[in-house]
């Protein structure tokens, strides 16, 4: 593994000939197989809308706890919400995260989605026009990119450019807010602003202000840090997708650690999105990724099943 997330510029991808674009998804195999994070430059979001969103997402944290839990997290199967300091544990050995987090999915509107009952609805503030809007701009942004790094995913492989994206098209997708407070006392043994874990879909897109402590675990066991980098977006891919290409594409492990200087006084945010497949797609080894060398290491299985079965270990 490189000791490095390299830094790819995207532009050439989006805007480039077919030749241009055969380049970047060689590029972008090769962070995908040998490290699972890549950031990506010009990912194609509008800065303005990324910090109007940070904005939010600080004036939303500062609210009193009582608002907050009005909109709190109530199951698995929507993944909506509130989630307060310490509910969730993103490594199952240790104590809860140093976190809060606010989570919505694709906006149903009255209508609720196949498969999913009333429960699919997002949970807004009341009288707050203008945090809604931003968010769901902001989900329809990620979700344009996500589109366009599945057509790189789907090319980097030798599969069809739509495959990944006919995979995603129902944006069965949840962007999360998460807000790490300063750190008052003095932590439980092992506790960290957020554990070690993988993620659990395709892949995510993350967001972070300029605070630090993302650290991604190299494949000698080392952590390697995974700064702030201005005008980037920082992608990595998940299980699901590790688990589809038969490990062609890695999920690497990764938290947030309380930083050891003043740092930890400060509030730290981070904005992810995680790209999921239709829940109602199979997960199967994918034809290009096994033969007789490469035996597939996995039995089917669809997206939904999976996504919820990993929610309910870390709540
Ligand atoms: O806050 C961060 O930088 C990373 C958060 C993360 O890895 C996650 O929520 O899955
Ligand atoms: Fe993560």
């Not at 090769?30 to 509008?46: N, Q, S, T, V, W």
């Not at 909109?71 to 969730?88: K, M, Q, T």
């Not at 498969?115 to 344009?144: H, I, K, V």
């Not at 300063?182 to 092992?190: L, M, R, V």
């Amino acid at each position: 593994m490189s000791e490095k997330i390299p830094v790819i510029d995207f532009a050439p991808f989006r805007e480039g000939d077919t030749v241009a674009r055969s380049a970047l998804a060689a590029e972008i195999y090769r962070a995908c197989h040998e490290i699972g994070f890549m950031y990506l430059k010009h990912p194609g979001i509008d800065s303005d809308l990324i910090a109007r969103t940070m904005m939010h997402s600080r004036a939303f944290f500062n609210l009193p706890l009582t608002e907050k839990n009005k909109l709190a997290w109530s199951d698995e199967p929507s993944n909506r919400g509130y989630v307060g300091v310490g509910r969730e544990r993103l490594d199952e050995s240790k104590p809860g995260d140093l976190k809060e987090a606010y989570n919505i999915g694709f906006e149903s509107g009255s209508t609720q989605l196949k498969n999913q009952p009333s429960l699919s609805c997002n949970r807004w503030l009341e009288g707050d026009d203008r945090f809604r809007d931003t968010m769901l701009d902001f989900f329809s942004a990620c979700n344009e990119t996500a589109k366009v790094i599945c057509e790189a995913l789907a090319i980097a492989i030798n599969l069809p450019e739509a495959f990944f994206v006919n995979n995603h098209n129902q944006q069965d997708n949840t962007l999360r807010l998460l807000h790490y407070p300063p750190i008052k006392q003095t932590p439980e043994s092992g506790q960290l602003r957020a554990g070690e874990h993988s993620d659990y879909g395709s892949f995510t897109l993350l967001f972070q202000d300029a605070v630090g402590g993302l650290e991604v675990r190299n494949t000698r066991g080392e952590w390697i840090e995974a700064p702030f980098i201005p005008e980037t977006v920082l992608v990595n891919t998940g299980d699901l997708m590790e688990r589809w290409t038969n490990h062609v594409f890695c999920s690497t492990k990764h938290r947030v650690r309380i930083p050891q200087d003043q740092r930890a006084k400060q509030s730290r945010y981070a904005i992810a999105f995680f790209c999921h497949p239709n829940h109602d797609t199979e997960i199967s080894c994918l034809k290009t990724c096994h033969s007789k060398e490469r035996p597939s290491l996995y039995p089917p299985i669809t997206a939904g099943d999976y996504l919820l079965s990993r929610l309910k270990a870390t709540y």
